[in-house]
Nanobody
Framework: QVQLVESGGGLVQPGGSLRLSCAAS????????MGWYRQAPGKQRELVAG???????NYASSVKGRFTISRDNGKNTVYLKMNSLKPEDTAAYYC??????????WGQGTRVTVSS
């Protein structure tokens, strides 16, 4: 199973931007759809963005127009550019295949905190 390492999180003020990165341990060519998920304290993990090998993207309504997902298969990396961040975007962010495989091994995630 591919190992995924997320990075790029941090503390940012409302309205700010961050770019998250997800590095895979092997080629992602065999994975059609990669996604970014997030889990806020006390809430279930949710899918916020997905991207197929062909570049087709989908976004949760809560982030559409503010977040942009991209992938570079040559670098085995998926990115999430987040603009106009809001306090409700505060969460731990994870990348993973879409749909989630039955025997999933999540990475450590990267924490995003949006606060003034």
């Amino acid at each position: 199973q591919v190992q995924l390492v997320e990075s790029g999180g941090g503390l940012v003020q409302p309205g700010g931007s961050l770019r998250l990165s997800c590095a895979a341990s092997r080629s992602m060519f065999s994975i059609n759809v990669m996604g970014w998920y997030r889990q806020a304290p006390g809430k279930q993990r949710e899918l916020v963005a997905g991207i197929s090998n062909s570049g087709r993207t989908n976004y949760a309504s809560s982030v559409k127009g503010r977040f942009t997902i991209s992938r570079d298969n040559g670098k085995n990396t998926v990115y999430l550019k987040m603009n106009s961040l809001k306090p409700e975007d505060t969460a731990a962010y994870y990348c993973m295949q879409v749909p989630i495989p039955p025997e999933v091994s999540w990475g450590q995630g990267t924490r995003v905190t949006v606060s003034s």
